[in-house]
Structures are given as structure tokens and as C-alpha cells.
């Protein structure tokens, strides 16, 4: 029964999405809550009792006793790493804040919106435990069901765009992968086939993450690794998202209710970024390391692309959904650099966009609850009104753009070392970026500040400017400034933005370990490379 | 002299079918009885047949001395698909409760008129249904090509009738007709095929016809009048499954078609034609006779299949996305599930069949479920047809409405329903017998199916009502709704035993 402990991660919220299904309606979101945050005391347990904070091994390792396929070698398999762990952490945070801060937002089909919050946690969580590519693949497909949902009921005026776009970008894209994953799993079972004494012979197939994982990188050609390269990026570009493929963000961000976008850039965007970290970097090195300059090119387009964008959007959503994009550039850039400064900034980004992020999408959704606008034409010198929402969209804000002492600035700067010394002749971690790739996606950084301190000079300060309200709130009336319960939804956010920002050790000291193991063989390939380049020309 | 020993084998794996026999001959009187309760037990007594019969196959096959004597090509096909075809009968006996007869019971209950057996059809209806699931049942114990004929004829001519009698419109009758001319022809061109296959090997069993080709493959190749003939019979059977290019009647029969008959069409004849498939090329092999050096089906049969699985599959595909009938639009759709049938055909043995036996459980489970729900529901007496009827579905019947996007969902493969479990057994076999294209064109095809399966969850959940849908109200019988409801749990719930449920 060991497979329980990591199970109930998943199972908690599950039942408390059934009980809500019997529940009266008025009861679903303390019945959410209740369960949510259970699940969060739990993963903290799970965090402090968990033995490989600093040396990168795997943790929680159980299978699910006659679930699955066996004759396929697939099977319910949790376990988790640190950095796994982390994201778990993250996204067990996210979900009760979320859960608590729709309160006074949603009053209509209230029970079907909780159940489809707790099953999306349960996807998400299920998705960093998975050690089984199928069951990670399952998981993964199915953050997709509540997501639609949730953008398709609760959205704004053109949501049936936005959810079946986002539908069919992601799941497209996730197929691609699993191509790319299925053909690496024939390859195993093709060369560890058992021949009989008959003379037949069965493939033996195995979906373990771990072995397929040192299988790919050890066994498969160079062309081979470019397809599944390719393959594994069409899926996880699209989630990150990437610079061609991200255009079902915008959309999917604006129209997504507060908690919607909350969830979908503070934990989807990171699966992508995720399973970057877990499959494409550790299976196929000798793709990545030819390809690392290309992705990191795709990634600097991204960041700036994506940032003059924001610069002249007029909807508060959509500019901040436009910086995610921008923002998740580094975290694929700090990857693609191949050493560990880089991979910790990367899964330090990770969890730092989670938060200011999520808090910024919190403080859009409040505004959108009192004033039915993101319009900033319509919207001016707020902190005059509510001051304490402007206090806090202030500090997010500076927290994003990378102000030194909050959390993003170190994630950010992290990445842009880990690229400036990933330079070909680097002594121990050679990569194949360098200064220039840094020096470009630092404009990034520039164009960042402008635009977010753009868009808080207009909307916090400046001349109070406030539309009229067409249809006032439903239900109970809230009041002008933020109550207690949503700053209670801000306040550990912000605690965290502060703390990660003067103490981001404790999370790239647990990341190292994990990170020398998947990085293990890249010195060695990049070296390779090099020497091969020079060769020929 | 045939041996009296192999005789009495033969009927002994035979007699669950035997047993529906009987069965049919029972509700075909019972149909004609005076009593309206008589009349009304039909359906209960077709379920109890089937489940008899359930318990039967699983007695009959258990005695491995007999399994182990017997004179078949492929004896193991038989216990897995009579089980999965009795299960899913009693779902599709669900659905069609209440179907036949509805305005004469009317007429008869307020007293306008009286009972007059010639009136009547609801007894032929169920015994025919029965009849049907018998011949699909035969063609697994089919070794030579009269039986093999007789079987799948034996699954096609009931349901000729099953479709012009299922509803009193001119829509039927006019389907009934496309469904039997074509039907014919078909008939007539595998059974040209079949006739090649005798003239090429001297024998119409197919234990022997395999030695023949075995024979043949070892000395100057595989004879041409017998792949010409086995391409034909393909061609031919593929009518019963709905594939590309015996495809076109597909959307007229099933809209035509009751919606519980549309239902056992999809997955009934279907499920006889893919076994008669396996059996045919299961005497030339997959062994690569033939093809030097090359394992697999001879060349021209596997270009040929191949052709066919990939021409189905993305016809069906884009011909779904056009329509804007629900009842097209899963025809389209079961089109294409054809198609992804057809890769684990190719891949042969082991994987291969596996996956497709275990593709026909999950595709009968969602295809009626998705069936169901339109069985279920009425609009003044009348069938519900267009997508537009499905808008805003949840407001009315919320759970018909989940159990729309539950089966749309299993339809498209979504993880962790039980169609994603058919639909990745298939892709593997296809990798195991490296044919990446196929995959390749088949993760191509669920993405562009993606598109109106969406529409079919989305609808009835998200959509607002409109007038016409708003007119939507449930068929006084009960029954189809219970068999959506339990066709859902199934697909939701059996991935949990996917283990056991491989064949």
C-alpha cells in the first residue's frame, strides 16, 4: 500500500470533486477548499519528510498495483525528484488560493466550476508524480478537459473561440509527442526483445520513465534523436508556449475566468516547460545539443516578440498573458544553456512566474469582479480608490519585471548568466550560446520594465478614471477596496515573492542535484560537437 | 466421409448459437400474442437469451480438449467476440425498447383499435435482431467459404428489414433499399472473390486453402487468380465495415435508420466483417509469403489494405467535418474508426488482433453510448437529427448530456477513456509491425477528428438552448437512457480493468 501516500495527492481532490457532485451547491466551495487544502498540507508533509532534497535522486517510488496494461509495460508508477516536488508544491499552493479567491467571483453553475478546479489539480499533480510515460501522458492530456471548461462556462464574451482553440493547439501538439515517445519505447522493446526457444520472439515493451529515458540518450542515433526532438518539442512548445505556436495564449488568458489563468500560467504553461526538463533535455542530448542554438533563437524571438506586443495591448489580461509568453522565453533559454546556473534560473522561473504571475492574474480578476473591464483606456489611477489592491498590483508588478531583492530578478538573472557562460570554450559546463545570446534576450528585460511600469502608471496612478458599471455584481456587493479574504489570497504570494527573492537558495539547492544528474552528459556531447565543428570546417 | 467426431465439435461450439436460434424463434411468436404483457417481455426475454448465451460461450469454450481438436483457422477469435457481441446486444436490445409498434400499442392501449397479429412487427424485429448477432457470431467458427458466406449474410439480411422497419417514414424504406441493393452487390463481388480463391486452390476450406498457399509460396509465388480473388473478397466485406470504397452508403443508411438500429448497424455487421477479414488473410498469412525476405501480408493485399485503412480513416475524418446531422456525423465517424480497425489488420497476429478485438469492445461500447443518447430522446415522436437538436442538452437531460461528451471523448481517444486504450493498442501494433506511416496517418486523422468530436461535447454542455432544441423531450420508454447511462460508466470504468480485458 505504499502507492497510497503519493496517490492521495490525486485522490483527495477527486473525492472532493465527487463530493461536491452530491453536495448542495452552497456547500461546493468550502468542500473545495477543505480539500485543497488538505492536499497541500500533504505535499508539505510529503516535502519534509522527503530525503533527497540536495542529491537528485527519486522519492515516493510506487506502482499502483493491476492498473494499467502489463502486457505493454505501463503501469500507474509515481515518483518524484526535487524539482518534481517543487512543482508539486507549487501547484497544491495555487489551487486552494484559487479556490478561495472565486469565492464572490462565481455564482453561476457553482458546483460544476470547484469539481472541474479540485480534477484539474489532480491531472497537474499527476502529471509531476508520473514516473510512467503513459500515465505522465494521460495526466498531461487530461489538464485539458477542466481547462476547456472552465475557459468555455465561466469566460468572458468570446470564450468559445478561445477553449476550442486552446483544445486543439494542445492536444495536436501532445499527440506529436507521443509519436515522438512511442518510438522510442518501440525502440527499447525492439532491441531488449526476448527471443523464445520456439524461435518467436516478443518485443519487450517497457513506459518507465527512467529507463526509457537513459535507453534514448545512450542508444539512439543522432537522426533519431532529431525526430524525437522534434516530435517531444511540438508538444511542450506548444504549452511553454514557444514563438510560433503560442497564439492560442492570448486568447485562452483573456478569456479564461481569474482562476482559470491563474492555473494556466502559474502550473499548465510550466508542464511545458517541465517536460523540457524531463524528457527532451535528458533523452535526446545529441539533438538538443545541435539543436540548443536554434531553440534559444525561437526563444529570444519569443521574448522580444512577445514583449512589443505587450507594449501596445489595451487589456490588462491580455498584456499580462502577452509577458508570460515574453517570460517563459528565459526559463526555455536558461534550459537550452546546458548548465546548471542556466537549469536552476530555469526551475527557479518556473516557480517564481507561478507566483507573481498567478498573483498578477489574481489582482486583473479582482478588478474585473468591480468594474467589468480590462480595459486600460477605461481604467486610471486606481491606487486612489483602492489602495491596497494598489499596493499590491504595485509590488507584483516590480516583482515580474525583476526588481533586484524580488524573486524574479534572481530566476532572471540566473538564466542570463547560465546563457552569457554558455559559450563553447566554457572550462566546465561548455554550451553553445554565449554572450550574444544573452546580450539579446537582456533587451527583453528592458522592454519588460517599460511596458509593465507603463501599464501600472496608467492603471494605479495618473487621474482616477472608473468606468461605469453596466451590470453590478451578483450576490453579495463587494467592497471598493480588496476585502480580507483576497488579500489572504495575496498575502502568501507575496511572502513567497519576498522571501525567494532575498532567499532563492533554498530552491536552486534543491534543483542541483537533480540537475547535475539530467545535465550529466552534456560536457561531454557539447565538447563532442564542438570538436566535430571545428573539424569540418 | 465426414468424420462424425469433428461434426459433433462443430455443433458443439455452436450451440450458444443455437440457443439464440431458438431464442429468435420464441420472440417471433411471443411478438404475435394477443396479451400486451407477452408482447412487452420481447426485449426482456432477447436479454435473457443473450445472457443464457454469455454463460454458454464461456462453458462451451472452457473445455480445452475440444478448443484444442478443433478444425479452425483461428479459434481463438471465437469466445472474445461472441462474448463482446451478446454484451453489447443487450445494451442495443436496451435501446431498441419501445421502438416497433409505438403508434399501434397507442391505438391499442386507448381502446381505437384491436390487436391484430398481421399489424405487428415488434416480434420479427427482435428476432431478427437476434439472427443478426447469430450470423456475426458464426463467421468466428467459419473454415470453409459457403459457411463463411452464409454467416455474413446470415448478419446482413436481418438487418435489411431491421432498417425498413424501424421507423414509419419513407427515410427508412428508401435506406432499407440503398442498405439492400448495395448489399447485394457487394455480396455478389466478395463472393466472385470467394469463387477465385476455389478456383485457385481447389478447396473452399480454409485450413486446407492456407496449406494450399503455403505450398504455392514455396514453389513459384502465391498463384494471381487468388490475389485477385482475396482483393476482391476484401473489397466485398469491406461493405460490412463500412470502409473506403464501399463507404458511400453509410450516411443515407444510418440516417435513415432508427437511431437504435443505426447503432447495431455500426457495430454489428462491422464487428462480422473484420472477423471475415482476419479469416481471409489469415490463409495467405502474415508471414510474408511471397515477398522475399519481407514478413507481413503479400504485397498486393497489404497495398491494397493499406490503401483502404488510410483512405477510410481520413475520409471519414474530413466527411464528419462537414456535417450537420449528429446521425452523419457519427456514420462519417464510424467510417473512420474503420480505418484505425484496419491498421491492427495489417499488423497480423498477436498485437495486431489483440488490438482489434479489444478496438470492437470499446468501439461498440462508445458508439452506443453515443447512439444511445439520440435514442433516447424525441421530438414529438420524431427522431432528433441535427446537431442543432443536441444545443444546450444539459439544461433538459444533464446527464444525457455528459454522457454525449463522455462517448465523444472516448470516440476522439482521449486519455484515460477506454476508446484511448483500443486507440493505443492499435498504434502500437502498428509500430510493432513497423508501419510508422499508418501511426503516423492515424495521430493525424485523432487530431483532425478532435475538431468535431469537440463539437459534440461541446454542444449539448456548453451551448445555449435554442427553440428547436428547447421542443427536445425524452422517449416515455426509459430503457435507452439506461443503457447511455451504463455505456458510459462502462467507459469511464473499464479502463480500470484494461489487464483483463486484453484479449
Redesign the interface.
Known amino acids: 500500500m505504499t502507492w497510497l501516500w503519493p496517490a492521495l495527492l490525486l485522490l483527495v481532490p477527486l473525492a472532493g470533486a465527487v463530493a461536491i457532485m452530491f453536495a448542495p451547491a452552497r456547500q461546493a466551495k468550502w468542500i473545495a477548499l477543505l480539500a485543497t487544502t488538505i492536499t497541500f498540507v500533504h505535499s508539505v508533509i510529503v516535502a519534509v519528510a522527503f530525503e533527497h532534497w540536495h542529491d537528485g535522486g527519486f522519492d515516493l517510488e510506487a506502482v499502483v498495483p493491476?492498473?494499467?496494461?502489463?502486457?505493454?509495460g505501463i503501469a500507474v508508477r509515481f515518483g518524484a525528484d526535487s524539482v518534481s516536488l517543487l512543482l508539486v508544491l507549487l501547484t497544491t499552493l495555487l489551487v486552494p488560493l484559487c479556490v478561495w479567491g472565486s469565492f464572490s467571483a462565481i455564482s453561476r453553475r457553482v458546483k460544476e466550476y470547484y469539481g472541474w478546479l479540485l480534477v484539474i489539480e489532480a491531472a497537474m499533480v499527476g502529471v509531476f508524480l508520473a514516473r510512467d510515460v503513459?500515465f505522465f501522458?494521460?495526466c498531461f492530456?487530461?489538464t485539458l478537459?477542466p481547462m476547456?471548461?472552465l475557459i468555455?462556462?465561466w469566460g468572458s464574451s468570446n470564450r468559445?473561440r478561445a477553449?476550442?482553440k486552446f483544445?486543439?493547439f494542445t492536444?495536436?501538439g501532445s499527440?506529436?509527442a507521443?509519436?515522438g515517445l512511442?518510438?522510442v519505447a518501440?525502440q527499447y522493446?525492439e532491441i531488449n526483445a526476448v527471443f523464445e526457444p520456439g524461435g518467436g520472439s516478443?518485443?519487450s515493451?517497457t513506459f518507465d520513465i527512467a529507463t526509457l529515458t537513459s535507453f534514448a540518450a545512450g542508444t539512439l542515433s543522432a537522426s533519431e534523436q532529431r525526430w524525437v526532438l522534434v516530435a517531444l518539442m511540438a508538444g511542450f512548445a506548444v504549452k511553454v508556449p514557444l514563438f510560433p505556436l503560442h497564439t492560442w495564449l492570448p486568447l485562452a488568458h483573456t478569456e479564461a475566468p481569474a482562476a482559470g489563468s491563474v492555473l494556466l500560467a502559474g502550473v499548465l504553461l510550466k508542464l511545458g516547460t517541465y517536460g523540457l526538463y524531463r524528457f527532451v533535455l535528458p533523452m535526446v542530448p545529441v539533438a538538443v545539443v545541435e539543436y540548443a542554438p536554434v531553440i534559444a533563437v525561437i526563444s529570444i524571438i519569443g521574448i522580444l516578440y512577445a514583449a512589443l506586443i505587450c507594449w501596445v495591448q489595451d487589456d490588462l489580461k491580455r498584456l499580462v498573458a502577452y509577458s508570460s509568453v515574453s517570460h517563459l522565453g528565459f526559463c526555455v533559454l536558461g534550459l537550452v544553456a546546458l548548465n546548471p546556473l542556466g537549469a536552476q534560473g530555469a526551475v527557479l522561473y518556473m516557480i517564481n512566474h507561478g507566483l507573481s504571475t498567478g498573483a498578477l492574474f489574481f489582482l486583473i480578476g479582482m478588478i474585473y469582479e468591480r468594474y467589468h473591464s480590462r480595459d486600460m483606456a477605461e481604467l486610471g489611477g486606481l491606487a486612489a480608490r483602492m489602495p491596497v489592491w494598489g499596493f499590491f498590483m504595485v509590488f507584483f508588478t516590480l516583482a515580474s519585471v525583476g526588481l533586484p531583492g524580488l524573486n524574479g530578478f534572481v530566476s532572471e538573472m540566473l538564466c542570463l548568466i547560465g546563457t552569457f557562460t554558455a559559450s563553447a570554450t566554457a572550462e566546465v559546463y561548455p554550451g553553445r550560446l554565449g554572450p550574444w545570446y544573452a546580450a539579446a534576450a537582456g533587451v527583453g528585460m528592458i522592454f519588460a520594465a517599460m511596458y509593465l511600469l507603463m501599464m501600472v502608471g496608467k492603471v494605479v496612478f495618473g487621474p482616477l478614471k472608473e468606468p461605469v458599471v453596466r451590470e453590478p455584481a451578483q450576490g453579495r456587493a463587494l467592497p471598493p477596496d480588496l476585502c480580507w479574504r483576497e488579500i489572504g489570497v495575496l498575502i502568501p504570494l507575496a511572502v513567497l515573492c519576498l522571501y525567494l527573492g532575498f532567499q532563492p537558495k533554498p530552491v536552486t539547492d534543491a534543483a542541483a542535484g537533480s540537475i547535475e544528474t539530467m545535465l550529466s552528459a552534456y560536457p561531454q556531447e557539447v565538447r563532442r560537437y564542438v570538436a566535430r565543428e571545428s573539424a569540418d570546417g | 466421409m465426414v468424420d462424425s467426431q469433428a461434426m459433433l465439435d462443430k455443433v458443439w461450439f455452436i450451440l450458444p448459437e443455437i440457443w439464440l436460434v431458438i431464442g429468435a424463434m420464441v420472440v417471433s411468436m411471443m411478438g404475435l400474442s394477443g396479451t400486451r404483457l407477452v408482447r412487452d417481455a420481447v426485449p426482456v426475454v432477447v436479454c435473457c437469451f443473450l445472457a443464457v448465451a454469455m454463460a454458454g460461450i464461456a462453458w462451451v469454450y472452457g473445455d480445452a480438449d475440444r478448443l484444442a481438436g478443433i478444425d479452425l483457422l483461428m479459434p481463438q477469435l471465437g469466445p472474445y467476440v461472441k462474448m463482446i457481441l451478446c454484451a453489447i446486444g443487450i445494451v442495443l436490445a436496451m435501446l431498441s425498447v419501445g421502438l416497433i409498434d409505438r403508434p399501434l400499442e397507442d391505438s391499442l392501449k386507448s381502446g381505437r383499435a384491436r390487436f391484430d397479429p398481421i399489424r405487428t412487427s415488434r416480434g420479427e424485429f427482435f428476432a431478427f435482431f437476434l439472427l443478426s448477432l447469430v450470423g456475426a457470431m458464426l463467421v468466428c467458427n467459419a473454415n470453409d467459404l459457403i459457411w463463411l458466406f452464409l454467416a455474413l449474410e446470415l448478419t446482413s439480411l436481418p438487418t435489411y428489414i431491421m432498417v425498413a422497419i424501424s421507423r414509419p417514414s419513407v427515410k427508412a424504406q428508401e435506406a432499407a433499399v440503398k442498405y439492400f441493393f448495395l448489399g447485394a452487390l457487394a455480396a455478389a463481388m466478395f463472393l466472385y472473390g470467394f469463387a477465385l480463391l476455389y478456383g485457385s486452390t481447389g478447396t473452399v476450406v480454409l485450413t486446407e486453402m492456407r496449406d494450399a498457399f503455403a505450398e504455392q509460396a514455396a514453389g513459384d509465388g502465391l498463384n494471381r487468380l487468388a490475389i485477385v480473388g482475396m482483393i476482391l473478397a476484401v473489397l466485398g466485406v469491406s461493405f460490412k465495415i463500412v470502409a473506403v470504397p464501399m463507404h458511400f452508403y453509410a450516411a443515407d443508411v444510418y440516417e435513415g435508420a432508427a437511431s437504435p438500429v443505426t447503432a447495431f448497424l455500426a457495430f454489428v455487421p462491422k464487428t462480422a466483417g473484420i472477423v471475415a477479414i482476419i479469416l481471409l488473410l489469415g490463409t495467405v498469412g502474415w508471414s510474408g509469403h511471397g515477398a522475399p525476405g519481407a514478413g507481413g501480408l503479400p504485397q498486393p493485399i497489404l497495398v491494397t489494405l493499406w490503401m483502404i485503412s488510410v483512405l477510410t480513416m481520413t475520409l471519414g475524418n474530413v466527411g464528419a467535418l462537414l456535417q450537420r446531422s449528429a446521425k452523419r456525423l457519427l456514420a462519417y465517424s464510424s467510417i473512420a474508426h474503420s480505418g484505425y480497425l484496419l491498421i491492427g489488420v495489417i499488423a497480423g497476429p498477436?498485437m495486431g488482433i489483440n488490438a482489434v478485438l479489444f478496438y470492437l469492445l470499446a468501439y461498440g461500447v462508445m458508439n452506443t453510448a453515443a447512439f444511445a443518447v439520440l435514442s433516447g430522446l424525441q421530438r414529438q415522436g420524431e427522431e432528433i437529427e441535427s446537431l442543432d437538436d443536441l444545443a444546450g442538452l444539459r439544461h433538459r437531460y444533464p446527464v444525457m448530456a455528459v454522457v454525449m461528451a463522455v462517448a465523444a471523448?472516448s470516440l476522439l481517444g482521449?486519455?484515460?477513456l477506454l476508446g484511448?486504450?483500443g486507440k493505443?493498442?492499435l498504434?502500437?501494433a502498428g509500430?510493432?509491425a513497423h508501419r510508422?506511416p499508418l501511426?503516423?496517418i492515424a495521430?493525424v486523422n485523432?487530431?483532425i477528428s478532435?475538431?468535431y468530436y469537440?463539437r459534440l461535447?461541446?454542444l449539448p454542455?456548453?451551448a445555449m438552448p435554442t427553440p428547436a432544441s428547447e421542443s427536445i423531450t425524452h422517449r416515455p420508454v426509459p430503457w435507452a437512457r439506461v443503457a447511455a447511462v451504463i455505456a458510459a460508466l462502462g467507459l469511464v470504468a473499464l479502463p480500470?480493468f484494461?489487464?483483463e480485458l486484453?484479449p
Open positions: 493491476s492498473l494499467g496494461m502489463e502486457s505493454m503513459i501522458y494521460v492530456e487530461f478537459i476547456y471548461f468555455a462556462i468559445s477553449c476550442i483544445f486543439l492536444f495536436t499527440l506529436i507521443l509519436a512511442l518510438y518501440w522493446a516478443h518485443l515493451w | 498477436g471523448l482521449f486519455p484515460p484511448f486504450w493505443f493498442s498504434l502500437i509500430i510493432e510508422m501511426v503516423v495521430l485523432s487530431a478532435a475538431w469537440l461535447v461541446g454542455i456548453l480500470l484494461v489487464n486484453l
